[in-house]
C-alpha cells in the first residue's frame, strides 16, 4: 500500500501520523523546516480544560476538558496539571462569574469559587484587587515536548519523518495521487506516488492546498506574545471576563508568559510581534500580578492561528475556534485540517485519520487516547532524525 502523505510537521501533522500508524497505514510525513517550527512551537502553552469557552461555546468546552484528560494521561511527561484561576478584577469582572460558573457546570468543568483572600493565599502575588476567583483544571503544555512524544511514538510504529523538505505539487494517478517533493538542503526534487494526503500546514494551509489546485478558506490570524522572566505564579491565571486580548499568564518552567492578541494577515510568513501590542500586554499583566511589567524581558513573539473562515473586508469577521477536516471535491484523496487549538490537537489528528481511513475502506482498530506516548526523548535516543 502507498503511503498517506501528511503535509505539516506541527501537533496536527505529527498526531495524525501517529493515529493512522497506529492503525496499520504507512505514513510519510514532510515538514519543510524543523519539526513544531511553525505554530506549534510558538503557543503560550496553556492546557485549556475549556473554561475560557463555556459561556460561548459549550461544545469546545466540553471537547478542551475530554482532551485535556487525555493528555494528561497520555502524556504526563509533557503536561503540567498546575491548575488555574479566573480573577475579577472589578465589578465587571465579578458579575461575569454569574454566567461563568453555571456554564462551567453544563460543561462538565470542576469550578470552584474562591474569595479573594483564598486566592492570594494560592498565588500570593496577585493582586490585591482580585475580589473573588474561579479555581479550574487548566494546566500547562510544554509546546515542544508534548508534539515530539507523538512523533516518538510514530517513529517507534514506522512513519517516515523528513525535515527541511517542501510539498511542491499534488497530481492525480491512475490509483490515486503522487506528490512532488523538494529536498530543500540538496535541492533535489522526487514524485512518489500516495493513497491520500493530508493537508496539516496550519496557517501556510492554503498554500499547501493551492499546489494540490485547491481553494480553503482559512484565516491566518496572528498574535503576540511576551515571556518574562520569574515564575510569578504556579497556576495559569486568566481574567474572569469574556475571551480578549492579554487575558492570560501562563508559568513556562522559570518564566510567565502574557498572551495573546489577535489580527488577521494574508502572509504568515516571517511574523514580528507588533510593538503596540507591548505597553498593552505588559500592562494587563500587571494588572493582574503587580511588578509582571517591570519583568526582565525574555523574549516576544508571534504565532498565527489557522482559523477556519474567511475575515470581511474590514479583518473583523466571526473566525471559528473549533477545527474542520475538508475532503477537497476537485482533488479525491486530498484532505485539509484547519482550525483547533493545542489542547485538542489528538482529537483534531484522530480525526483526519478517520476521514482518511473512511476513504481507503479501511476500519479504525486502535485509538491513541488508550496508549501511553513515548517520552519527547526517544526521538533523539533512537537517532531517528538526523
Given at each position: 500500500?502507498?503511503?498517506?502523505?501528511?503535509?505539516?510537521?506541527?501537533g496536527?501533522?505529527?498526531a495524525?501520523a501517529?493515529?493512522?500508524?497506529l492503525?496499520?497505514?504507512?505514513?510519510?510525513?514532510?515538514?519543510?523546516?524543523?519539526?513544531?517550527?511553525?505554530t506549534?512551537?510558538?503557543?503560550?502553552?496553556?492546557l485549556h480544560?475549556?473554561?475560557?469557552?463555556?459561556?460561548?461555546d459549550?461544545d469546545?468546552?466540553?471537547?478542551?476538558?475530554?482532551?485535556?484528560?487525555?493528555l494528561?494521561?497520555i502524556?504526563s511527561?509533557?503536561?503540567?496539571?498546575?491548575?488555574?484561576?479566573?480573577?475579577?478584577?472589578?465589578?465587571?469582572?465579578?458579575?461575569?462569574?454569574?454566567a461563568?460558573?453555571?456554564?462551567?457546570?453544563r460543561?462538565?468543568?470542576?469550578?470552584?469559587?474562591?474569595?479573594?483572600?483564598?486566592?492570594?493565599?494560592?498565588?500570593?502575588?496577585l493582586?490585591?484587587?482580585?475580589?473573588?476567583?474561579?479555581?479550574?483544571p487548566?494546566?500547562t503544555?510544554?509546546?515542544?515536548?508534548?508534539?515530539?512524544?507523538?512523533?516518538a511514538s510514530?517513529?517507534?510504529?514506522?512513519v517516515?519523518?523528513?525535515?527541511?523538505?517542501?510539498?511542491?505539487a499534488?497530481?492525480?494517478?491512475?490509483?490515486?495521487?503522487?506528490?512532488?517533493?523538494k529536498?530543500?538542503?540538496?535541492g533535489?526534487?522526487?514524485?512518489?506516488?500516495?493513497s491520500?494526503?493530508?493537508?496539516?500546514?496550519?496557517?501556510?494551509?492554503?498554500?499547501?492546498?493551492?499546489?494540490?489546485?485547491?481553494?480553503l478558506a482559512?484565516?491566518?490570524?496572528?498574535?503576540?506574545?511576551?515571556?518574562?522572566?520569574?515564575?510569578?505564579?504556579?497556576?495559569?491565571?486568566s481574567?474572569?471576563?469574556?475571551?480578549?486580548?492579554?487575558?492570560?499568564?501562563?508559568?513556562?518552567?522559570?518564566?510567565?508568559?502574557?498572551?495573546t492578541?489577535?489580527?488577521?494577515?494574508?502572509d504568515?510568513?516571517a511574523?514580528?510581534?507588533?510593538?503596540?501590542?507591548?505597553?498593552?500586554?505588559?500592562?494587563?499583566g500587571?494588572?493582574?500580578?503587580?511588578?509582571?511589567?517591570?519583568?526582565?524581558?525574555?523574549?516576544?513573539?508571534?504565532?498565527?492561528?489557522?482559523?477556519?473562515?474567511?475575515?470581511?473586508?474590514?479583518?473583523?469577521?466571526r473566525?471559528?475556534?473549533?477545527?474542520?477536516?475538508?475532503?477537497?471535491?476537485?482533488?479525491?484523496?486530498?484532505?485539509?485540517v484547519?482550525?483547533?487549538?493545542?489542547?485538542?490537537?489528538?482529537?483534531?489528528?484522530?480525526?483526519?485519520?478517520?476521514?482518511?481511513?473512511?476513504?481507503?475502506?479501511?476500519?479504525?482498530?486502535?485509538?491513541?487516547?488508550?496508549?501511553?506516548?513515548?517520552?519527547?526523548?526517544?526521538?533523539?535516543?533512537?537517532?531517528?532524525?538526523?
Amino acid at each position: 500500500m502507498n503511503p498517506v502523505c501528511i503535509v505539516g510537521g506541527g501537533g496536527t501533522g505529527i498526531a495524525s501520523a501517529y493515529d493512522l500508524a497506529l492503525n496499520g497505514i504507512p505514513v510519510l510525513l514532510v515538514e519543510r523546516g524543523e519539526f513544531t517550527s511553525g505554530t506549534t512551537g510558538r503557543h503560550h502553552g496553556q492546557l485549556h480544560c475549556g473554561a475560557r469557552y463555556a459561556v460561548g461555546d459549550p461544545d469546545i468546552a466540553r471537547e478542551c476538558l475530554l482532551e485535556a484528560r487525555i493528555l494528561r494521561r497520555i502524556a504526563s511527561q509533557a503536561i503540567e496539571f498546575n491548575r488555574g484561576l479566573f480573577v475579577a478584577l472589578d465589578a465587571d469582572d465579578a458579575a461575569y462569574a454569574d454566567a461563568f460558573l453555571p456554564a462551567c457546570g453544563r460543561a462538565g468543568i470542576p469550578a470552584r469559587r474562591l474569595t479573594g483572600n483564598r486566592a492570594r493565599e494560592l498565588e500570593p502575588s496577585l493582586s490585591r484587587r482580585v475580589r473573588l476567583a474561579v479555581e479550574v483544571p487548566d494546566g500547562t503544555i510544554d509546546a515542544y515536548r508534548l508534539p515530539l512524544s507523538f512523533l516518538a511514538s510514530a517513529l517507534r510504529l514506522g512513519v517516515r519523518a523528513r525535515r527541511f523538505t517542501r510539498m511542491e505539487a499534488v497530481h492525480p494517478t491512475g490509483g490515486g495521487l503522487a506528490v512532488t517533493l523538494k529536498d530543500l538542503t540538496r535541492g533535489s526534487r522526487e514524485t512518489i506516488e500516495v493513497s491520500a494526503v493530508i493537508n496539516a500546514g496550519g496557517p501556510w494551509a492554503g498554500i499547501v492546498a493551492a499546489a494540490a489546485g485547491c481553494s480553503l478558506a482559512i484565516t491566518p490570524t496572528p498574535g503576540t506574545m511576551i515571556a518574562v522572566a520569574g515564575r510569578m505564579t504556579d497556576r495559569v491565571i486568566s481574567r474572569l471576563r469574556p475571551p480578549g486580548n492579554g487575558d492570560i499568564l501562563v508559568p513556562q518552567r522559570l518564566q510567565t508568559i502574557i498572551g495573546t492578541t489577535e489580527w488577521t494577515t494574508t502572509d504568515p510568513e516571517a511574523l514580528q510581534p507588533r510593538r503596540e501590542d507591548f505597553e498593552m500586554l505588559l500592562a494587563e499583566g500587571e494588572k493582574m500580578v503587580p511588578g509582571y511589567a517591570r519583568g526582565k524581558l525574555i523574549s516576544t513573539w508571534a504565532a498565527a492561528r489557522p482559523l477556519a473562515g474567511r475575515s470581511d473586508e474590514t479583518g473583523h469577521a466571526r473566525l471559528s475556534r473549533n477545527f474542520e477536516i475538508i475532503h477537497h471535491n476537485d482533488a479525491p484523496g486530498f484532505f485539509s485540517v484547519i482550525g483547533g487549538k493545542a489542547t485538542v490537537l489528538r482529537a483534531m489528528g484522530e480525526a483526519a485519520a478517520d476521514a482518511v481511513l473512511d476513504y481507503l475502506g479501511k476500519k479504525r482498530s486502535k485509538s491513541s487516547a488508550d496508549y501511553s506516548l513515548l517520552s519527547w526523548r526517544d526521538v533523539f535516543r533512537k537517532g531517528c532524525l538526523t
